[in-house]
């Protein structure tokens, strides 16, 4: 019962945490941000901090790596070849970045890690290629990569738009912009 309370007590902090880096991060880049502001904010002291994080770059990394696991997993249950799989795979990540739209504006504004996005795009690069290697219809591979890199750099750069033009368009309308443009540069490159 004890390690129970303890677990959820461990959650709770990271949780706060968490939300309260991005809070920050919404008014200043990470380098400006310190430890007894993160704390304040936190209502934790730095001992508990620091039995958690190393540092704010180290807590912002495990934001970004949560992020990115969600996408492995999801990106792993479609089939990429399937037209209607590739809707619902985009469909639901839109609805993922319209949910946690606050966060995603940070992590793709200069006051998070740049470095995100291309985390983004090797993670699911990777996964479709992976995926496509399966498949017996893609014979040329090494052409398929960069198109998928073009694909996804040009999604990952709409859907940064979107949220910063304040998501007028709704995650159903995105999907059907972001599949129909990726499928007619599919099949312009066969």
Request: hydrophobic share 35%.
């Amino acid at each position: 019962m004890m390690n129970k309370k303890l677990d959820r007590r461990k959650q709770y902090t990271r949780m706060v945490l968490k939300e309260s880096l991005m809070e920050l991060l919404r008014e200043k880049i990470i380098s400006s941000i310190t430890i007894k502001e993160l704390c304040q904010k936190a209502d934790i002291n730095r001992s508990t901090f620091y039995s958690h994080y190393r540092d704010q770059f180290d807590l912002l990394q495990h934001i970004e790596d949560e992020i990115l696991l969600e996408l492995q997993v999801t990106l792993k249950q479609y089939n990429h070849n399937e037209t209607n799989e590739t809707f619902a795979m985009t469909k639901y990540l839109l609805d993922y970045v319209y949910k946690r739209s606050a966060d995603f504006l940070v992590l793709f504004s200069d006051h998070g890690n740049k470095a995100f996005q291309t985390r983004v795009i090797d993670t699911a690069q990777s996964i479709i290629i992976n995926s496509l290697k399966e498949d017996p219809q893609v014979i040329n591979i090494d052409k398929s990569k960069y198109m998928i890199y073009f694909v996804i750099s040009g999604c990952i750069y709409v859907i940064e738009k979107w949220l910063m033009n304040g998501m007028k368009e709704s995650p159903e309308e995105m999907t059907t912009i972001i599949t129909e443009i990726s499928n007619r540069v599919i099949l312009h490159s066969k």
